[in-house]
């Protein structure tokens, strides 16, 4: 399951390491690596400290749980994420809490809560693959989720498994080779769409 990036420039191994397989063994994520993915999410940046980020986790330890929250998926994240032993919703309070506010970067602070999870879970052996494929209306009828808040993303988390169980097309996605943007295609300088002398050679 390693698939390492092979980066340009050197960053720390945790980063390079990571990435999304669709693949996943049955081997259950044991309960303190799991406190430890949160206790990373919990410590992230946010703006004004607001924490908006709110996580509804099921494992195939509760079943009922875990159907659940799989059922909160589009059809084809589900197909291939009822492998992996976690399964998780990301959701965000969209006002702040002193003052009621609007906060415009509650999708922003989630995102920095799940690269610091997904940070930890790659230090912990373990791979998650985040979804935008849910049904938000089912998320709130289901989970009875305040106004409030919006269901923003899907997870699921576990051991990397054999991408050989994995249908033919995403078997074929599951062993292709990672790529990136180049540096001059999303670093600019004097206008957008200009790159940044730092990155011109």
């Not at 969209?94 to 415009?104: A, I, L």
């Amino acid at each position: 399951m390693d698939k390492p990036a092979k980066p340009n420039h050197e960053i720390l191994d945790v980063l390079s390491r990571r990435w999304s397989p669709r693949a996943f063994d049955s081997r259950p994520v044991e309960q303190d690596k799991l406190l430890r993915l949160f206790e990373a999410a919990r410590w992230s940046a946010s703006s004004f400290n607001e924490q908006p980020w709110r996580f509804i986790v099921g494992t195939k330890d509760d079943p009922e749980q875990y159907e659940k929250v799989l059922s909160c998926l589009v059809e084809f994240n589900a197909s291939w994420a009822s492998g992996a032993p976690v399964v998780m919703l990301g959701l965000t309070k969209k006002t702040f809490t002193r003052g009621g506010k609007f906060n415009r970067v509650h999708q922003h602070d989630l995102g920095l809560a799940m690269g610091n999870l997904s940070a930890q879970a790659t230090a912990e052996g373990l791979f998650l693959h985040q979804m935008a494929g849910i049904e938000p209306d089912r998320v709130r009828e289901v989970f009875n989720v305040p106004e409030d808040f919006e269901p923003q993303t899907g997870c699921a988390i576990g051991y990397g498994g054999d991408p050989q169980s994995l249908p033919e097309k995403m078997r074929d996605d599951e062993v292709a080779p990672r790529t990136r943007k180049a540096f001059d295609e999303f670093i600019f300088g004097e206008a957008f769409g200009k790159p940044s002398p730092l990155v011109q050679r």
